[in-house]
Each structure stands twice: as structure tokens, then as C-alpha cells.
């Protein structure tokens, strides 16, 4: 990963799922930003401008807020990941893709610092872990498809 998560981040998530589908296929479903919104009903207007690389910036909104994000990690059917901007927040959120018998071990890791992280920490790092542990229930099932 070329960006780790800040392990001083207040907020700070580490979920893992194994998903009944190929490395490529995950990676596929992941990585093509501009579909999110097609099987994550949180997420509304994605949109990467450019090629799929590092340095490539993405906007989003995930429950209603703008999010501007840049991808750092684009190693296909392996490691993807990028930081965001929102609300006076710094994210950094890293997907891991491993092989598996019977399929993909997918790892996501995150971590979000500013004020807002600071001042609501307890309830941010509970939402962080739900709405990681809902976006990889949502990855598995459009990825076996």
C-alpha cells in the first residue's frame, strides 16, 4: 500500500469479509467508481475524473456528503486505495484483495483525523465500522453476482 492509515487517527476501522468470487471480479466491482451508486444506496453521484491511477481524484457523496477523494493505490485484483476530504475530516481507506480457497479475502482499512474526529470520536468510529462492515456486504453480494 503506498499510503498506510494514520494508526494516531482517533477514528480508525480494520474489517475483513471473504467474498465467493475471483480476485479480478472483486477488483472489478471495487474499482469501478462510477457504478458505486448502482448496488450502494448510501452512495449518490460518483464520479472519477480520469483514468483509473494514482493521483486521479474522485467526488462522491456517501449519506448525503460531499466527499473528495484521490486514489494513492491502484494494484489490480490486489491492493486499492485512496484519501478523502469532507467536512474538515482526512481519511485514508485501504482495500486489501487476497486470494482464498473458494474465493477473495477482502481487508479494508481506515482511519480519520481532523475536529470532527476528535470531537466525536466514539460515535464516528462506530458509524466508520458499520457503514465498513455494510459496504463489504454490499461488495460480496454484487461481486457473486
Not at 477514528?11 to 462510477?34: F, G, K, S, Y
Not at 486489501?96 to 482511519?111: K, Q
Amino acid at each position: 500500500m503506498n499510503v498506510l492509515i494514520n494508526p494516531s487517527a482517533p477514528v480508525q476501522t480494520r474489517q475483513h469479509l471473504v467474498i465467493n468470487a475471483t480476485p479480478a471480479r472483486v477488483w472489478a466491482v471495487l474499482t469501478h467508481i462510477d457504478g458505486w451508486a448502482a448496488w450502494q444506496p448510501a452512495i449518490k453521484r460518483p464520479r472519477l475524473r480520469g483514468a483509473l491511477a494514482a493521483g486521479t481524484s474522485f467526488d462522491w457523496k456517501s449519506s448525503g456528503v460531499g466527499i473528495r477523494s484521490e486514489l494513492h493505490t491502484v494494484a489490480p485484483a490486489a491492493e486499492f486505495g485512496w484519501t478523502g476530504h469532507s467536512l474538515g475530516t482526512f481519511a485514508i481507506h485501504n482495500w486489501t484483495l487476497r486470494a482464498v480457497p473458494g474465493g477473495t479475502e477482502v481487508t479494508v482499512d481506515e482511519s480519520m483525523e481532523g475536529m470532527l474526529a476528535r470531537l466525536f470520536k466514539g460515535a464516528l468510529t462506530r458509524g466508520l465500522a458499520t457503514g465498513t462492515v455494510q459496504w463489504l456486504s454490499l461488495l460480496k453480494a454484487e461481486a457473486e453476482k
